[in-house]
T-cell receptor, first 113, second 108 residues
Framework: EPEVTQTPSHQVTQMGQEVILRCVPISNHLYFYWYRQILGQKVEFLVSFYNNEISEKSEIFDDQFSVERPDGSNFTLKIRSTKLEDSAMYFC???????????FGSGTQLSVL | DAKTTQPPSMDCAEGRAANLPCNHSTISGNEYVYWYRQIHSQGPQYIIHGLKNNETNEMASLIITEDRKSSTLILPHATLRDTAVYYCIVRIDEKLTFGTGTRLTIIP
């Protein structure tokens, strides 16, 4: 079964550094998402992306965050200047069409020191 | 915020049916009920979804009451690998909004 692939599985960075989290969505999917989960807390929506632009973003997704689909296969989340509170598991998800089910990747554990 | 209410935790004996309830009393007529689960810290996994009819797939059954104000996810023969947090989600738009879910523990 096709799956959403995320790399790296773990990322450790120093506060203030830039990080890029990478995702390869399922190939014929058109809608893309980033979620995050701080340890012990809920899975939180960050941003959705469709037709090469952001369709919705949450309050968490401030100017430090950006997303990009640089080619036909990758979907990236960039955090420009990481903060301690950005430490979390970040999940990428994709969906084929509107009101279809979301498929999630296995996540990238980001640790900011 | 999520429009659903679930018990925070439940236990079920291995091999028995696990019945997970969910209240969604403010659901609108065209909003679907989705169930996902999260095993440890893995990505959420789709289980099943429905609108008003009961649904069944290889993983589970979904029973939705006639007034659509509540539903029950049934895992017919629970195994230890079904230990996870189960999320009942009323889908309002193209994204999913997760609540705190039910932590289901399968007891050997």
């Amino acid at each position: 079964e096709p799956e959403v692939t995320q790399t790296p599985s773990h990322q450790v960075t120093q506060m203030g550094q830039e990080v890029i989290l990478r995702c390869v969505p399922i190939s014929n999917h058109l809608y893309f998402y980033w979620y995050r989960q701080i340890l012990g807390q809920k899975v939180e929506f960050l941003v959705s992306f469709y037709n090469n632009e952001i369709s919705e973003k949450s309050e968490i997704f401030d100017d430090q965050f950006s997303v990009e689909r640089p080619d036909g296969s990758n979907f990236t989340l960039k955090i420009r200047s990481t903060k301690l509170e950005d430490s979390a598991m970040y999940f990428c998800a994709s969906m084929q069409g509107i009101n279809e089910k979301l498929f999630f990747g296995s996540g990238t554990q980001l640790s900011v020191l | 915020d999520a429009k659903t209410t679930q018990p925070p935790s439940m236990d079920c004996a291995e091999g028995r049916a696990a019945n997970l309830p969910c209240n969604h009393s403010t659901i609108s007529g065209n909003e679907y009920v989705y169930w996902y689960r999260q095993i440890h810290s893995q990505g959420p996994q789709y289980i099943i979804h429905g609108l008003k009819n009961n649904e069944t797939n290889e993983m589970a059954s979904l029973i939705i009451t006639e007034d659509r104000k509540s539903s029950t996810l049934i895992l017919p023969h629970a195994t230890l690998r079904d230990t996870a947090v189960y999320y009942c989600i009323v889908r309002i738009d193209e994204k999913l909004t997760f609540g705190t879910g039910t932590r289901l523990t399968i007891i050997p």
